[in-house]
């Protein structure tokens, strides 16, 4: 696939998403979290190039947190938002510190870490006059949480589109939920983003979960080449009269004659 029918069909399910769940509306400001990761590239690009053409008037800052943990490379990501013409805000935490001291053992490393990157990004948005925050989280993400929240907390659950915040005064929107990972390391690749590793100390141990995740996924579409977006369908087509939902009121029994 070349690089523009590769652009086109990404920004198409972008902007697809964004009609679907109305993510941006008239007088938006958004803060696009940008890690340095590909995600997180390809997202804040995607939406700037829809920005400019788009009927509605929204603005867009980029948002990069360092959590502190050693090796992380910030300077990279500034460089890449300066070069581009983004406005930006770059915030440097203690976050890895605070982790290191207070997390309980046997509690979850990654739990807390991004409980504390909310509270920042939540401060962030409100210090920069932001309604809205943009996170980069992929198609794959979401149906790997479903799996992750079925096989191991027994719940039915995953990511949505558009979520009030915790504090009740964001909006938490995922522009990527119609887009493949496949697509975007390909889009990242031909765009020559300057990736840089996340640095986290427990990433190579505390993500093998998802990683299974992922390899299910993946062994599973060589067989049903469609699963994905089966799943990701599956999630906007809930039939609840036929889930063991304990709080639902029944008034149809079904029956077999």
Known sequence: ????????????????????????????RIAVGVSGGKDSYALLHLLEELRKKAPIRFELIAVNVDAGF????????EEHLKANGFAYHMESTRSYDIIETK????????????????????RLASELACNKIALGHHLDDF???LLLNQFYAGTLSAMTPKLL???????????????EESDIIRYSSFNKYPIICCACPVC???DQKRQKMKKLVHTL?????????????????????????????????????
């Open 1 to 28: 696939m070349t690089q523009q029918k590769l652009y086109r069909r990404i920004k198409k399910q972008v902007g697809q998403a964004i009609g679907d769940f109305s993510l941006i509306e008239e007088g938006d």
């Open 70 to 77: 050693p090796g992380y490379r910030q300077e990279i990501v």
């Open 103 to 122: 997390r309980r053992p046997g509690s979850s490393y990654c739990a807390f870490c991004a409980r504390l990157r909310r509270g920042v990004l939540y």
């Open 143 to 145: 149906i790997e949480t």
């Open 165 to 179: 915040s915790d504090n009740g005064t964001h909006t938490v929107i995922r522009p990527l939920v119609y887009v």
């Open 204 to 206: 190579a141990t505390v």
């Open 221 to 257: 579409a060589t067989d049903i080449p469609g699963i994905r977006r089966s799943m990701i369908a599956a999630l906007s087509n809930i039939h609840s009269r036929h889930l063991l939902n304990r709080k639902s009121q029944f008034d149809q029994t079904e029956f077999t004659q």
